[in-house]
C-alpha cells in the first residue's frame, strides 16, 4: 500500500501544476470574494453535513465514488489534488484511512482546515462480540504490547455524535468563511434540531420494543447507535472487517440465536452482497432489511440528493420491525 501510495504522490505533482492553473489554491482566512470555499469529504455522511451547513455557499465534494463499498476505494491521483486543493478537509481518522496521513504530509497544509471525525466525539474500543469473527486475531498475536488500541470509527451513525460533528463543522466554515458565517450557524442549528428529532424517534422506538437484540448477516458499524439505545447485537464481523464471507460456524451461530430468541429482521448494510443475510433470512423465516450506515450512497441516490436524514429516519423504521 506504501509503495502504491508513492507512486501515486509521485504522479500527482505533475498533474497538480497543470489542475492548479484551473483550480483554486486554499486561501488564508477566508474565501475570495464571489468565490465559494472548497470542502472535500472521504465518505457520505460528513458530506453531507456540510451540504446542509452550507447550501450553495460551498463547493462539496466527496472522495468515495458513489456506488462504491468504502472499504475497496482507491485513491487516485486526481483525489490527491482534490485534497490538495481544498479549504477544509474532512476523514473519519481511523485506522481504514490511515493512508491519508501520509498524503497530507505529502503537502503544505498550513492554510487548510483539517476535520477528523473521531476527533469530535468520545469514541469507544471496537468491540468483539459472542460469535463474531475477528480478522485482526493474526495480526494482533504476538503484538500485543506495540499495537495501538483500536477504536470504532463509524462515530456518525449516532444523531447525538452527529450533532457534535455539524458543530465542529460548523466551526471550520465560519472561521474559513467568516463573510458568511452568520448563514452558516444559523443553518447548523437548524439541522441540529432535525438531529434532536431524529433522536427522539430512535428512542421512542426501543422504549416500546418487545426486545433489544438485533442480528447482522454482515459487518456491524453500529456500535454508537446500538450504545446511544442500550442495544445488543450479534453479527458476523466487526464494523470495519476488510471480510465479507463469514466461515459456517458464525453462520450457524447467527441461525441460532435468531431462531432461539424469535428473531424477525436479520439486517445487512449498505452496498453489500447480501449473501450471509439472506441465508439466515432463509434458514429462520426472518425479513432481510437494510441498516444504512451512511458510508455511502449508489449512484442514483446520489443524483436524486439523498441525505443522511432520510437513511436514518428509514433505519428508524427498519429497526421498527426489527424490535416487535
Not at 187 to 202: G, P, Q, S
Not at 208 to 220: E, K, N, P, V
Given at each position: ?11 500527482c505533482?505533475?498533474?497538480?501544476g ?52 468504502s472499504?475497496?476505494?482507491?485513491l ?50 471496537e ?8 480478522d ?26 452527529a ?20 448563514a ?31 442480528i ?48 424477525p ?56 420491525e426489527?424490535?416487535?
Amino acid at each position: 500500500m506504501k509503495k502504491i501510495l508513492s507512486l501515486l504522490l509521485g504522479a500527482c505533482l505533475a498533474l497538480s501544476g497543470c489542475a492548479q492553473n484551473a483550480a483554486s489554491a486554499p486561501s488564508t482566512d477566508t474565501a475570495e470574494a464571489g468565490e465559494k470555499i472548497s470542502v472535500v469529504s472521504t465518505i457520505f455522511a460528513p458530506y453531507d453535513f456540510v451540504r446542509q451547513i452550507a447550501g450553495a455557499l460551498a463547493e462539496v465534494t466527496m472522495l468515495l465514488p458513489p456506488g462504491t463499498e468504502s472499504h475497496s476505494y482507491e485513491l487516485t491521483p486526481q483525489d490527491i489534488i482534490k485534497i490538495q486543493n481544498c479549504d477544509i478537509f474532512v476523514y473519519v481518522g481511523g485506522d481504514s484511512d490511515a493512508w491519508i496521513h501520509e498524503v497530507l504530509e505529502s503537502m503544505d497544509t498550513g492554510k487548510m482546515k483539517i476535520i477528523t471525525l473521531m476527533d469530535c466525539v468520545e469514541v469507544v474500543e471496537e468491540k468483539i462480540v459472542e460469535g463474531m469473527e475477528n480478522d485482526h486475531d493474526d495480526d494482533h498475536h504476538g503484538h500485543d504490547e506495540d499495537h495501538a488500541q483500536e477504536y470504532d470509527e463509524h462515530v456518525w451513525t449516532s444523531p447525538r455524535n452527529a450533532k457534535n460533528i455539524v458543530s465542529k463543522l460548523s466551526d471550520a466554515l465560519c472561521g474559513t468563511d467568516p463573510a458568511n458565517a452568520v448563514a452558516y450557524k444559523a443553518n447548523a442549528e437548524a439541522y441540529k434540531t432535525l438531529l434532536d428529532a431524529l433522536d427522539a424517534r430512535f428512542r421512542a422506538v426501543v422504549d416500546g420494543a418487545a426486545r433489544r437484540t438485533l442480528i447482522f448477516g454482515d459487518r456491524f458499524p453500529f456500535r454508537y447507535l446500538a450504545d446511544a439505545y442500550g442495544l445488543e447485537y450479534y453479527a458476523a464481523f466487526p464494523g470495519c472487517s476488510t471480510e465479507t464471507e463469514a466461515s459456517a460456524a458464525t453462520v450457524a451461530f447467527l441461525i441460532d440465536k435468531a431462531r432461539a430468541e424469535g428473531i424477525p429482521v436479520v439486517f445487512h448494510v449498505e452496498l453489500s452482497n447480501k449473501k450471509m443475510a439472506n441465508t439466515i433470512g432463509e434458514e429462520t423465516g426472518a425479513q432481510v432489511l437494510l441498516l444504512h450506515a451512511c458510508h455511502n450512497v449508489t449512484r442514483d441516490e446520489m443524483a436524486d440528493g439523498i441525505t443522511y436524514l432520510e437513511l436514518m429516519n428509514q433505519n428508524v423504521e427498519n429497526l421498527k420491525e426489527a424490535l416487535k
